[in-house]
């Protein structure tokens, strides 16, 4: 760890098995802003705690600001404070659809991400492999076999929270692929997603699909079907603005199929139904994803992100190129 008198303005907690920790990182990279990374271990857990209110990563400690570990305010934050390169898209309806899907990658693709790591047993073991190296400072411990599979055991344990069960496996394994090829064809046309320089929804879905890519059985579907999403991957690690933001109309070809196809079928009920589930204080929540029941226990926080998401999108409605999107792609609903 840097010594104190070298230390930066902004330290970075965080892990690179966390996709929360690799889209902060990602983007203070993207901002030019000069920070420590920690890698968070049993050498630093005491300073860590210090400064945590919860035991998970990314954790960010900056100059002017309150530590901060919720990814989606630490970009916001980090946006307001370094306003370039911009993040935020020119076009108003652009930018409500980058929230939307920030908050899809957050919370509905992280569920696929987790059961694909620790729903089969390949990628479990070697994903928990990395947790205790990681926790040992990179170095892997001699006798690690028993820590290994406890790491591996405690983490399937944690599937249902998620709803990342057996019940709903197939269920978010055609989500995550049927919207990676969709994003893929995106790609294929368009540098980052809303056109020459990377936002919110960039950071947040790549932070989650580079996490498949060190998992053996994801990564190989990922490099046969997507080629174009595993290098925009590979780039989003340091992301450099190539041109400017694009207006929606010249994105909607590719962009709207995604929401179409994927967002309007599995992410937006499932968020509805969460949020209101979470608004009314019932344990389980149940809701029909993509034609097919999909029950799990109720996410608070989930339900509060996508609340904070619906109420800046519905005021936006207004605004006709994004209404007709929604309208056309038939998510106009949830808003409304």
Known sequence: MTKANLMSDYRLFGADTSPYSQKVRSFLRYKNIDFDWISRDRGNEEEFQAQAKTPTVPLLISPERPASQDSTAILAAVEADHAEPSAVPDDAAASALALILEDYADEWLNKCMFLERWGQKPDRDAAALRVLVQLYGGKRPRAYKKAQTQIGERMADRLPLVGATPENADTLKASWQRFATLLNAHLKEHLYIFGGRPSAADF????????????????????????????????????????????????????????????SKTYLPWAKANAASAGRRKDKVSATVADTSFEQTTQTYAGAAFDSVRKAVKSCLSNDDLNTFLTETECVSVFS
């Not at 989003?236 to 995604?258: C, I, Q, R, S």
């Open 204 to 263: 947040s879905l790549a932070a989650q699909f580079q996490q498949m890519l060190m998992d053996e059985t994801p990564a190989a579907w990922l490099k046969e079907n997507t080629p174009f999403l595993v290098a925009w991957c590979e780039n989003m690690e340091d992301p450099k603005p190539g041109a400017p933001f694009e207006d929606l109309e010249k994105l909607k070809t590719t962009l709207a199929p995604v929401f179409a196809e994927e967002l």
